[in-house]
């Protein structure tokens, strides 16, 4: 039987425990970051509840971006509305919205 080389490919892939290394879609996390940008991209803008500054993510960097959102999503960094909002990003989007952001500020 013949196996078709993608299938080669993905079996030997898989076998040797690689995992795939792909790079941010910026284009995605513009997107995806909608949402973040009614409060991150408005200057002086402050929050109700909790009362607090809310930073200016545009030119932040992406690894940064990534890892906050994912210490939201597994609730090491506490607040309701950004815990809400990580929880049905994947790690790709994360990447994707922090590619995004980063390059946003330039």
């Known amino acids: 039987m013949k196996m078709p080389i993608y299938s080669v490919l993905l079996t030997v892939w898989s076998l040797t425990g690689a995992t795939a290394v792909l790079a941010a879609d910026a284009a995605k996390g513009a997107y995806l970051a909608n949402t973040c940008m009614g409060c991150h991209a408005v200057k002086g803008y402050y929050n109700v509840y909790p009362t607090y500054r809310v930073p200016k993510l545009g030119g932040q960097s992406a690894k940064y971006i990534e890892s906050a959102l994912k ?36």
């Open 71 to 106: 210490a939201y999503k597994s609730g090491d960094r506490m607040h309701g509305t950004m815990q809400a909002n990580a929880d049905n990003l994947s790690d790709e989007d994360m990447a994707d919205i922090g590619a995004f952001l980063e390059s946003h500020g330039q």
